[in-house]
């Protein structure tokens, strides 16, 4: 039983203000920007550049004219003060976005855009009901039939061999296992070559579902680089979790094989693997092959990006606690079940980050197509910069398409640090 | 207890090719080696026939003949008399060139932004945030092409250098010329230059083994006085003052040896059309390095601070503790630490920047690719041979520059016991 | 199934593809398009216009020959090259012609594997200069930075014309005429060169065309016409023969104005055999028997396209000269369709 004593407190003091040297502005400057001799030259000298950089810009922007058909307007507007020539954004931002796509078409691709982002959600946010999985399953034939219009059925026709493997596989199992996987092979593939164009045509002719077409020529802008980036990412992701297993395993030759196909491709150049697919892959493919320069820029984006993306999952792979594939194989488990059910949704969620990033520099360097004549922003730049009405514009031109592409990567970037946050809760 | 009875021996069936795990991994290797071999014979024989529909055979000996068109950027002797394999060196040359001094400059930048961002100065650490993530998330060919249009559209012509009230004037009295065609610095010049010798490929200039042999000397010698004052050190606990000592066996060989050779400047000179005299740094090189020192520079500055993040606090409380400055605290025991982890991503940024070097076609810098991949294969039509050649010789690079990383990346590793 | 999901791409990838033979005008009658190269944008020879329709004197060669094999001029797909990737883009069959400012040459002709079927433009490399430098001849040229298309036969002939005239030069490669054009009027370059032609289509572009000459010296001769892959004869006649169609119909009076009059039948055997209302011209070829008819009626004959294009009434301001018909003291010269 504690006694009272009157010399003793009762109750807490109220807590004191800091004494008034350690608050406010000033200190607040003084410990920030002040410290000391260097600190204050640093400070000065930043000020200085911040200084010099806005007083040299400010009249730039401030003078911007918006609505003028030529430079040569533009820069009689001005009168000669300094100031930049927005007008040819307006002028022609729908270029710079969509390329020579259609312009009574433009629906399609905002369209595509938007179902892309409903087809990522159940991916991306861990709330999201996981029946729209179906609809991401689906996504990729309907967003080719809106850019390229034509029948919805092609598409979907080819789509359809993915279902019909696996009722092939489910169908032979049963009976034996490899040939079940066989089966489960050869069934796409036949009724890609026997059946898929009469059931098709049968089909178009029921409900034709069609679309006006659009040439890959008219394609271009920023709507270029995201189908590239997205279809490159998309396509690479089972890729290179096939090189990073492969890379990974115990089989000498494989892992040969995967070890040599990365490193190769990790060592070239990306421009080199995309003059690949305009000039030589012609070479390589049966005498008489050619398709579309979107698709074959696509396919080797794929090879390049699954190369970096098996690192990332090798990594994830790394990182995963040697107990987990131990725990594995002691459940008995085969390799494929093992690695489906336990090592890769663990290993894949640790490398989502990664994945991010990847796709960040994917989407950057989709800007390198203009070296083999697609019309991505910068290719449009350059065109748009050859008409007469334009001659001479840049820095207009550059901030935009290098704010459009900020604000993407950028955006993208933070999603990759709050995933990256999120898993390391989960993880520790 | 009877004896548990051995498993039954069974003799080999065929289905245990499949079903047992001795030889299961044998069978799927030696099914994929021939999927393998299938598809890269179908490639081969694909590009055999194509190359007989074009009625183009396979062969380098294009490289022999005479190139016919001029180079501007030469670090070896080369003409239009020279040959395609010649040009192709000449390219090679200044790729390496562009990838060295820019992984130099990066590797600055980088360090430096990135102590910069973790300083607490704040107006300081925030400038470098705004430089990292603007650069980081803009494509690099964009940064290119903005550097390339800063040097082409916003700097005077030779022509305003002209007449007696110039628009424009050079800088540092009168030494350097920043023109929109490249930038002229001074030149080395020798009065009694000890001339070259031929190395077959090469022409060494003499005067620069000179120089380099001086210089390591000094080097040399300067551990050598620098040890002799760790010994004293050691035994009596006064270092001697070796300060000025240092400094005349670092430089005073070099001196002696650039008088002998009557070192002097040529300086840049404005005659007809253009300057002439003093190093012509050219627009599409100056626009290629400073895009890819700042673009690389900032992802460096990112691998620098996650180096340093990742050392712990305790170390920079323990330097304190001892009484060090911040200063000396960063220099002298986080850096060093930090660069374990620092310096692998910095290799694969070095990677990126020799990988990078070929976008040099934006800005028409005679890089490898322009040589070799551009003119070259459109004069002779060789485009599969120049492709393979350049993939390879990239293929080289890469290699080579990620065995070093091996190499000193097991040099580095932590020794744990 | 992960596999196959890579093979399928490949699959849908074939799909979607079309087939390029031996034989190039099944090839493209299959297409229902030509796929044409082009250059990346010379106003009045090739040229998109804002809406991405390409025009100009080498389009008009294209749509000719569409009009010939396809019955439509508009059913061509222009696929812009730069001097670097024409030849690939044509050796590697992304494209069936190229119509496109290029040099023949025996190398080009022989080494390379292509057919040259005859010249739409005679033309020779010139220099273009600001008028304000004081330059009158291309041999005061001694020092002078000059901006060059690369991957063309420009930069051969200037390495040889300064080398012969014992001059020095600074070369600045560059890949399109667009960004040529930039250079050199920043000033980053005192000199352009290119054909002729192009630096009067370039010139006209800009702000202050009075400003800037054109020195008189043409250093090299540059016969540009259209060109096939070799191995595919019926299809190089096909495009060679529409090719001469054009010019021959300049030669015999029929324009795209009377060409429906003419069509019923005329008493010049000449041009009755040209617009197939005798003889089976259109039948050895593999075509119908109005194929030049069509041909020309899609942009006219030759002194049409030229005059549409590029000749004095456009902003590009080109003289006949040497393009003139034979009969007028040029060298356009078709051989007789018979």
Same mark, same amino acid.
């Given at each position: 039983?504690?006694?009272?004593?009157?010399?003793?407190?009762?109750?807490?003091?109220?807590?004191?203000?800091?004494?008034?040297?350690?608050?406010?502005?000033?200190?607040?400057?003084?410990?920030?920007?002040?410290?000391?001799?260097?600190?204050?030259?640093?400070?000065?000298?930043?000020?200085?550049?911040?200084?010099?950089?806005?007083?040299?810009?400010?009249?730039?922007?401030?003078? &911007?004219?918006?609505?003028?058909? &030529?430079?040569?307007?533009? %820069?009689?507007?001005?009168?000669?003060?300094?100031?930049?020539?927005?007008?040819?954004?307006?002028?022609?931002?729908?270029?710079?976005?969509?390329?020579?796509?259609?312009? /009574?078409? @433009?629906?399609?691709?905002?369209?595509?855009?938007?179902?892309?982002?409903?087809?990522?959600?159940?991916?991306?946010?861990?709330?999201?009901?996981?029946?729209?999985?179906?609809?991401?399953?689906?996504?990729?034939?309907?967003?080719?039939?809106?850019?390229?219009?034509?029948?919805?059925?092609?598409?979907?026709?080819?789509?359809?061999?993915?279902?019909?493997?696996?009722?092939?596989?489910?169908?032979?199992?049963?009976?034996?296992?490899?040939?079940?996987?066989?089966?489960?092979?050869?069934?796409?593939?036949?009724?890609?070559?026997?059946?898929?164009?009469?059931?098709?045509?049968?089909?178009?002719?029921? $409900?034709?579902?069609?679309?006006?077409?659009?040439?890959?020529?008219?394609?271009?802008?920023?709507?270029?680089?995201?189908?590239?980036?997205?279809?490159?990412?998309?396509?690479?992701?089972?890729?290179?979790?096939?090189?990073?297993?492969? %890379?990974?395993?115990?089989?000498?030759?494989?892992?040969?094989?995967?070890?040599?196909?990365?490193?190769?491709?990790?060592?070239?150049?990306?421009?080199?693997?995309?003059?690949?697919?305009?000039?030589?892959?012609?070479?390589?493919?049966?005498?008489?092959?050619?398709?579309?320069?979107?698709?074959?820029?696509?396919?080797?984006?794929?090879?390049?990006?699954?190369?970096?993306?098996?690192?990332?999952?090798?990594?994830?792979?790394?990182?995963?606690?040697?107990?987990?594939?131990?725990?594995?194989?002691?459940?008995?488990?085969?390799?494929?079940?093992?690695?489906?059910?336990?090592?890769?949704?663990?290993?894949?969620?640790? &490398?989502?980050?990664?994945?991010?990033?990847?796709?960040?520099?994917?989407?950057?360097?989709?800007?390198?197509?203009?070296?083999?004549?697609?019309?991505?922003?910068?290719?449009?730049?350059?065109?748009?910069?050859?008409?007469?009405?334009?001659?001479?514009?840049?820095?207009?031109?550059?901030?935009?398409?290098?704010?459009?592409?900020?604000?993407?990567?950028?955006?993208?970037?933070?999603?990759?640090?709050?995933?990256?946050?999120?898993?390391?809760?989960?993880?520790? | 207890?009877?004896?548990?009875?051995?498993?039954?021996?069974?003799?080999?069936?065929?289905?245990?090719?499949?079903? #047992?795990?001795? @030889?299961?991994?044998?069978?799927?290797?030696?099914?994929?080696?021939?999927?393998?071999?299938?598809?890269?014979?179908?490639?081969?024989?694909?590009?055999?026939?194509?190359?007989?529909?074009?009625?183009?055979?396979?062969?380098?000996?294009?490289?022999?003949?005479?190139?016919?068109?001029?180079?501007?950027?030469?670090?070896?002797?080369?003409?239009? #008399?020279?040959?395609?394999?010649?040009?192709?060196?000449?390219?090679?040359?200044? =790729?390496?060139? $562009?990838?060295?001094?820019?992984?130099?400059?990066?590797?600055?930048?980088?360090?430096?932004?990135?102590?910069?961002?973790?300083?607490?100065?704040?107006?300081?650490?925030?400038?470098?945030?705004?430089?990292?993530?603007?650069? %980081?998330? +803009?494509?690099?060919?964009?940064?290119?092409?903005? *550097?390339?249009?800063?040097?082409?559209?916003?700097?005077?012509?030779?022509?305003? *250098?002209?007449?007696?009230?110039?628009?424009?004037?050079?800088?540092?009295? /009168?030494?350097?010329?920043?023109?929109?065609?490249?930038?002229?610095?001074?030149?080395?010049?020798? @009065?009694?230059?000890?001339? #070259?010798?031929?190395?077959? +490929?090469?022409?060494?200039?003499?005067?620069?083994?000179?120089?380099?042999?001086?210089?390591?000397?000094?080097?040399?010698?300067?551990?050598?006085?620098?040890?002799?004052? =760790?010994?004293?050190?050691?035994?009596?606990?006064?270092?001697?003052?070796?300060?000025?000592?240092?400094?005349?066996?670092?430089?005073?060989?070099?001196?002696?040896?650039?008088?002998?050779?009557?070192?002097?400047?040529?300086?840049?000179?404005?005659?007809?059309?253009? *300057?002439?005299?003093?190093?012509?740094?050219?627009?599409?090189?100056?626009?290629?390095?400073?895009?890819?020192?700042?673009?690389?520079?900032?992802?460096?500055?990112?691998?620098?601070?996650?180096?340093?993040?990742? +050392?712990?606090?305790?170390?920079?409380?323990?330097?304190?503790?001892?009484?060090?400055?911040?200063?000396?605290?960063?220099?002298?025991? +986080?850096?060093?630490?930090?660069?374990?982890?620092?310096?692998?991503?910095?290799?694969?940024?070095?990677?990126?920047?020799?990988?990078?070097?070929?976008?040099?076609?934006?800005?028409?810098?005679?890089?490898?690719?322009? !040589?070799?991949?551009?003119?070259?294969?459109?004069? !002779?039509?060789?485009?599969?041979?120049?492709? $393979?050649?350049?993939?390879?010789?990239?293929?080289?690079?890469?290699?080579?520059?990620?065995?070093?990383?091996?190499?000193?990346? %097991?040099?580095?590793?932590?020794?744990?016991? | 199934?992960?596999?196959?999901?890579?093979?399928?791409?490949?699959?849908?990838?074939?799909?979607?593809?079309?087939?390029?033979?031996?034989?190039?005008? /099944? /090839?493209?009658?299959?297409?229902?398009?030509?796929?044409?190269?082009?250059? !990346?944008?010379?106003?009045?020879?090739?040229?998109?216009?804002?809406?991405?329709?390409?025009?100009?004197? #080498?389009?008009?060669?294209?749509?000719?020959?569409?009009?010939?094999?396809?019955?439509?001029?508009?059913?061509?797909?222009?696929?812009?090259?730069?001097?670097?990737?024409?030849?690939?883009?044509?050796?590697?069959?992304?494209?069936?012609?190229?119509?496109?400012?290029?040099?023949?040459?025996?190398?080009?002709d022989v080494d390379l594997k292509f057919t040259f079927l005859g010249v739409n433009y005679y033309d020779g490399q010139g220099f273009m200069i600001r008028k304000d430098m004081g330059v009158t001849s291309a041999k005061e040229l001694d020092g002078a930075t000059v901006c060059i298309q690369t991957g063309t036969t420009t930069e051969l002939n200037l390495a040889d014309f300064f080398k012969v005239n014992g001059m020095s030069y600074e070369p600045v490669p560059i890949e399109t005429n667009a960004e040529a054009q930039q250079q050199y009027l920043a000033g980053a370059c005192d000199v352009y060169t290119t054909d002729a032609s192009g630096l009067a289509a370039t010139r006209a572009t800009f702000a202050d065309p009075e400003n800037h000459a054109i020195l008189p010296e043409i250093v090299s001769k540059e016969p540009l016409g259209p060109l096939v892959r070799h191995g595919d004869d019926q299809w190089a006649d096909i495009v060679r023969w529409t090719l001469n169609a054009l010019i021959a119909a300049e030669e015999y009076g029929v324009t795209s104005a009377n060409i429906e009059e003419l069509a019923k039948g005329t008493n010049n055997p000449e041009i009755n055999r040209l617009l197939g209302t005798e003889g089976d011209l259109g039948a050895m070829l593999g075509l119908d028997a109005e194929w030049a008819k069509r041909a020309i009626m899609a942009g006219g004959n030759y002194g049409e396209i030229f005059a549409a294009n590029i000749g004095e009434a456009t902003p590009i301001g080109l003289a006949r000269g040497l393009n003139a018909q034979w009969t007028q003291g040029g060298l356009i010269y078709s051989p007789p369709f018979r």
């Amino acid at each position: 039983m504690a006694q009272e004593y009157s010399y003793v407190r009762t109750e807490m003091l109220p807590e004191q203000e800091p004494p008034s040297n350690a608050v406010g502005a000033l200190v607040w400057v003084r410990e920030n920007l002040f410290s000391g001799p260097l600190n204050t030259i640093l400070t000065l000298a930043s000020l200085a550049a911040v200084w010099w950089i806005l007083s040299h810009l400010s009249g730039w922007f401030l003078n &911007s004219v918006w609505q003028a058909g &030529s430079l040569a307007e533009c %820069r009689e507007i001005l009168d000669g003060a300094t100031g930049a020539c927005f007008a040819v954004i307006t002028d022609r931002w729908e270029q710079l976005l969509y390329g020579f796509y259609p312009s /009574d078409a @433009y629906w399609r691709p905002n369209l595509a855009l938007l179902l892309m982002l409903v087809a990522l959600a159940p991916v991306l946010f861990p709330g999201v009901p996981r029946k729209l999985f179906w609809f991401s399953a689906i996504y990729p034939a309907l967003a080719f039939w809106l850019l390229w219009g034509g029948s919805i059925w092609p598409p979907l026709v080819v789509l359809a061999a993915f279902p019909l493997g696996f009722i092939a596989y489910r169908l032979v199992e049963p009976i034996n296992g490899i040939l079940a996987t066989l089966a489960a092979l050869a069934a796409p593939i036949l009724w890609w070559f026997l059946l898929a164009g009469p059931v098709g045509g049968v089909l178009a002719g029921i $409900l034709p579902g069609t679309l006006e077409p659009v040439a890959s020529d008219l394609f271009g802008g920023f709507m270029l680089s995201i189908i590239i980036g997205v279809t490159g990412i998309a396509l690479s992701l089972p890729l290179g979790i096939l090189l990073a297993l492969g %890379r990974q395993s115990d089989l000498i030759f494989l892992k040969t094989i995967c070890v040599g196909f990365i490193e190769f491709i990790r060592g070239v150049p990306l421009i080199t693997l995309l003059f690949t697919a305009s000039l030589l892959l012609n070479y390589f493919l049966p005498p008489g092959t050619n398709f579309d320069i979107i698709l074959r820029v696509v396919i080797m984006v794929t090879f390049f990006a699954a190369a970096y993306m098996a690192e990332v999952i090798r990594g994830g792979l790394a990182a995963l606690p040697r107990g987990q594939y131990e725990a594995a194989d002691a459940l008995g488990l085969d390799y494929w079940k093992a690695q489906r059910l336990i090592i890769l949704p663990q290993a894949l969620k640790i &490398s989502i980050p990664g994945i991010v990033n990847t796709f960040i520099g994917l989407f950057k360097d989709t800007t390198l197509v203009v070296f083999i004549g697609l019309l991505d922003p910068i290719g449009l730049s350059n065109a748009i910069r050859a008409t007469t009405e334009w001659n001479g514009v840049y820095w207009e031109l550059f901030v935009f398409i290098g704010l459009c592409f900020f604000i993407f990567c950028f955006g993208m970037s933070r999603y990759s640090m709050y995933l990256e946050r999120r898993l390391k809760t989960d993880h520790r | 207890m009877a004896n548990a009875a051995d498993p039954p021996k069974d003799s080999f069936r065929l289905s245990m090719l499949v079903y #047992d795990t001795r @030889y299961r991994s044998i069978t799927i290797q030696i099914v994929a080696l021939f999927l393998f071999m299938g598809a890269a014979a179908w490639l081969v024989d694909n590009t055999i026939q194509n190359l007989r529909t074009l009625g183009k055979d396979f062969n380098f000996s294009f490289l022999w003949s005479r190139a016919g068109y001029d180079i501007n950027q030469r670090l070896v002797e080369y003409t239009n #008399d020279s040959s395609h394999g010649r040009a192709m060196l000449v390219g090679l040359l200044n =790729t390496l060139l $562009l990838a060295f001094i820019s992984c130099v400059t990066a590797t600055i930048v980088g360090v430096l932004a990135g102590v910069a961002r973790l300083s607490k100065n704040w107006i300081v650490a925030r400038l470098m945030t705004i430089y990292v993530e603007a650069f %980081r998330n +803009i494509p690099l060919l964009l940064w290119i092409v903005v *550097f390339f249009a800063v040097m082409t559209e916003s700097m005077p012509a030779p022509s305003a *250098f002209r007449g007696d009230d110039p628009a424009a004037s050079m800088l540092l009295f /009168d030494t350097v010329a920043v023109t929109n065609r490249g930038v002229y610095v001074p030149e080395p010049l020798f @009065y009694r230059s000890l001339g #070259d010798i031929d190395l077959g +490929i090469f022409l060494v200039s003499l005067d620069l083994i000179a120089i380099v042999a001086a210089l390591v000397q000094g080097f040399y010698v300067n551990r050598a006085i620098v040890g002799r004052a =760790t010994r004293i050190q050691e035994a009596t606990g006064i270092r001697p003052t070796t300060w000025w000592q240092s400094i005349l066996a670092l430089f005073g060989p070099v001196i002696a040896v650039l008088v002998a050779l009557g070192f002097h400047l040529g300086y840049p000179e404005l005659k007809g059309f253009n *300057f002439t005299g003093g190093t012509h740094l050219r627009n599409s090189l100056i626009a290629l390095w400073a895009a890819l020192t700042i673009y690389t520079g900032a992802f460096i500055a990112e691998n620098v601070r996650a180096g340093i993040l990742a +050392i712990s606090r305790g170390q920079t409380e323990a330097a304190f503790a001892l009484g060090m400055r911040p200063g000396r605290t960063m220099s002298l025991v +986080i850096l060093p630490q930090a660069l374990r982890v620092i310096i692998p991503p910095l290799i694969s940024q070095y990677l990126n920047i020799t990988k990078n070097t070929s976008l040099a076609l934006a800005v028409g810098y005679m890089d490898l690719r322009s !040589t070799l991949d551009g003119i070259t294969i459109n004069q !002779t039509g060789r485009e599969l041979e120049g492709m $393979l050649l350049m993939m390879l010789i990239y293929l080289l690079i890469s290699l080579t520059i990620s065995a070093a990383m091996n190499v000193y990346n %097991r040099s580095v590793k932590l020794k744990e016991r | 199934m992960k596999k196959s999901v890579f093979l399928g791409t490949l699959t849908a990838a074939g799909l979607a593809a079309g087939v390029v033979g031996a034989a190039t005008l /099944d /090839d493209v009658k299959a297409r229902g398009e030509l796929n044409c190269g082009v250059s !990346t944008g010379l106003v009045g020879f090739a040229a998109p216009d804002a809406n991405g329709v390409w025009s100009g004197f #080498d389009v008009a060669v294209c749509r000719a020959v569409a009009a010939a094999a396809l019955g439509d001029p508009m059913a061509v797909k222009f696929v812009p090259t730069t001097g670097q990737t024409r030849f690939t883009a044509l050796a590697s069959g992304e494209v069936d012609m190229l119509a496109r400012n290029t040099t023949w040459t025996f190398s080009r002709d022989v080494d390379l594997k292509f057919t040259f079927l005859g010249v739409n433009y005679y033309d020779g490399q010139g220099f273009m200069i600001r008028k304000d430098m004081g330059v009158t001849s291309a041999k005061e040229l001694d020092g002078a930075t000059v901006c060059i298309q690369t991957g063309t036969t420009t930069e051969l002939n200037l390495a040889d014309f300064f080398k012969v005239n014992g001059m020095s030069y600074e070369p600045v490669p560059i890949e399109t005429n667009a960004e040529a054009q930039q250079q050199y009027l920043a000033g980053a370059c005192d000199v352009y060169t290119t054909d002729a032609s192009g630096l009067a289509a370039t010139r006209a572009t800009f702000a202050d065309p009075e400003n800037h000459a054109i020195l008189p010296e043409i250093v090299s001769k540059e016969p540009l016409g259209p060109l096939v892959r070799h191995g595919d004869d019926q299809w190089a006649d096909i495009v060679r023969w529409t090719l001469n169609a054009l010019i021959a119909a300049e030669e015999y009076g029929v324009t795209s104005a009377n060409i429906e009059e003419l069509a019923k039948g005329t008493n010049n055997p000449e041009i009755n055999r040209l617009l197939g209302t005798e003889g089976d011209l259109g039948a050895m070829l593999g075509l119908d028997a109005e194929w030049a008819k069509r041909a020309i009626m899609a942009g006219g004959n030759y002194g049409e396209i030229f005059a549409a294009n590029i000749g004095e009434a456009t902003p590009i301001g080109l003289a006949r000269g040497l393009n003139a018909q034979w009969t007028q003291g040029g060298l356009i010269y078709s051989p007789p369709f018979r």
